[in-house]
């Protein structure tokens, strides 16, 4: 590698590391949507319940996306 290489690799893991946190955003908020979508279709009278615990655990996993975004990204101009 030639030191022009490696002098950025820092910013390109970081780069690599904030993709991920949008993949890993994405496929969580799919999963805890589709399992609402499940759970109301086998008992649509707990609607309500399962949206307040939904929308809990979209924010928490968009806080963790966010949080991680905001790490990689001050690796990079940090």
């Known amino acids: 590698m030639t030191p022009e290489t490696t002098s950025h690799l820092g910013q390109i893991s970081a780069?690599?590391?904030?993709?991920?946190?949008?993949?890993?955003?994405?496929?969580g908020v799919g999963l805890i949507?589709?399992?609402f979508i499940q759970g109301?279709?086998?008992?649509?009278?707990?609607e309500g319940k399962l949206m307040t615990w939904t929308l809990v655990g979209a924010a928490i996993v968009e806080g963790i996306a966010i949080?991680?975004?905001i790490?990689?990204?001050?690796?990079?101009?940090?």
């Open 15 to 27: 780069a690599a590391g904030m993709g991920l946190s949008v993949v890993g955003l994405g496929v």
């Open 67 to 69: 949080f991680a975004a």
């Open 33 to 35: 949507f589709a399992s």
């Open 71 to 78: 790490m990689c990204f001050l690796a990079i101009h940090g």
């Open 40 to 46: 109301i279709a086998r008992q649509p009278e707990l």
